[in-house]
């Protein structure tokens, strides 16, 4: 899914190099998680969350994108530190926003969904659509606002309400 997800033709190393970076950063948080926590999939406790923000939320994608924006900034010639700087930010929101997500969706989510009311799941999946609601409002707004694009934290900010309702209605996860 990686490699077909990616704009550049196949001929160009672009792809499978970026796919070697983020499989590092998975690795990197896999490690340092299972180092500072007791319980890795399991987001129940402060100490185990304090695991998780530390692990995978920064000190994996902060070293993870090093090596990404060397890739990128040697094959396409972009500004190192602006790579690097924009990739860290956008996989720490990313980490913090669908790992936990897809972690108790896999190891709870059959279950739950057995037991939960029909409305229960349709505002499940209501949080599961915002997200994506949010992001094509920014795209259309930047592409469209000079104020939008004046002010980058926009977009982090307008996930917080989804993101709040979320954590109080389902729990860390």
Known sequence: AHLLGQPVPPPSPMPALLFVTNSSEALIA??????LGN????FDTLRRMAAFIIGAVLIAPFTSSFADAAVISGLKGEPYWLVWRTRFFSNMLTELTLVPAIIVAITHGRAWLQRASFWRRLEAVGLTVLPFGMWALVVLAVEHSSAFRASPGVPLALLLPALSWAAVRFGPG
């Open 30 to 35: 896999a490690i340092a998680v299972r180092a």
């Open 39 to 42: 319980a890795p999939g399991r």
